[in-house]
């Protein structure tokens, strides 16, 4: 699989990174620890994604409240193969536990998740967040102390905005934004994308299926599937349950039928025929679930295509 150069790090980074923040867990809640994925279906995930030449995992340290770099962990061990590792600290481990970016926390937090995935270093370091209550200078402080310790090779940002992207800029030098971003979220078009560019910063766009509302599952005035997004954590996509949406995704089925693909597919092969995305995060709950990333590889979308894609979600 095609990888690509994070910045000017000599870190590598495959188009298809596996993302395992459902590994013990439903992201970072705390109420949601130990659901999610078993062990051993989080193993058989790495063995597959693997075996598929996906060379980068992306994880964090509370998602599943550690139970997912634990078992990456595990799984390095047992296979002896070394992906490159994103992981990202903001949230707490527990509830009511601490939280955020201050320099005392960064510094503990990559020493726990440097135990947990039995490595020296990390590859790609992310705040998580945007933490309000640290400045930001004090961040990429500590994260630059890192590098300079050799526990991680470089550092960026996740879940930052245009505003919060160019303070970061502004007193350091982040090599990756991780955002969501997928036909039914787009709001890093305007400014994020473009800042990215300017600065060489490299985007990976995570949740690239909205939660699973451009797979076909969520059904016009049907309930959500057992055991699905809208069943667990429906809080961040109750605003797409509206006639427009259902509409346009009407209409990307007909088009992943027109070129024999599911819809799935089709909408990460947007995002792959958008220039400045640099890597796709996929969180398979399974491992066939990783197919329509990997298919969306060799689906080429014309630009024009991609362009009819998006005029279909457009506000």
């Known amino acids: 699989m095609e990888q690509h150069e994070v910045g000017r790090t000599g870190v590598l980074v495959s188009r298809v990174v596996l993302g395992c923040g459902n590994f013990g867990g439903i992201g970072s809640a705390p109420a ?55 992981t990202k600290t903001f949230n707490p481990m527990a509830a009511d536990a601490d939280h955020g970016l201050s320099p005392d926390r960064v510094s503990r937090q990559i020493e726990a998740s440097l135990r947990r995935l039995g490595v020296d270093r990390v590859d790609l370091y992310l705040a998580h967040d945007f933490d309000p209550e640290t400045p930001l200078e004090e961040t990429i402080s500590a994260f630059e102390e890192l590098v300079e310790r050799g526990l991680i090779t470089a ?38 994308l473009p800042l990215c560019a300017e600065h060489g910063v490299s985007y990976e766009a995570y949740s690239p299926l909205a939660g699973g509302w451009l797979t076909g599952k969520y059904r016009r005035g049907e309930p959500p599937p057992s055991g699905s997004r809208m069943t667990q954590r429906p809080e961040g996509y109750e605003h797409f ?32 025929a958008q220039p400045n995305v640099a890597a796709v995060v996929t969180g398979p709950r399974r491992p066939e679930h990783l197919d329509p990333a990997l298919t969306a590889l060799e689906l080429e979308l014309p630009s024009a295509d991609a362009d009819e894609l998006a005029a279909l979600f457009a506000n």
């Open 241 to 272: 349950r509206t006639d427009r949406v259902f509409d346009a995704l009407d209409a990307l089925s007909a088009a992943a039928a027109e070129r024999n693909v599911d819809p799935a597919t089709l909408a990460i092969a947007w995002l792959f």
């Open 155 to 192: 550092y960026g940002v996740s879940n930052f905005d245009a505003r919060q992207l160019r303070m970061a800029l502004s007193v350091g030098r982040p090599v990756l934004l991780q955002n969501s971003y997928s036909l039914l979220d787009r709001g890093d078009e305007r400014d994020v």
């Open 32 to 86: 949601l620890f130990g659901h999610g994925e078993s062990k051993r279906e989080a193993l058989a995930i790495m063995d597959t994604a693997w075996e598929r030449g996906i060379r980068a995992f992306d994880t964090a340290d509370a998602y599943g409240g550690g139970r997912s770099e634990t078992w990456i962990g595990t799984w390095i061990r047992e296979t002896g193969n070394r992906p490159t590792l994103t």
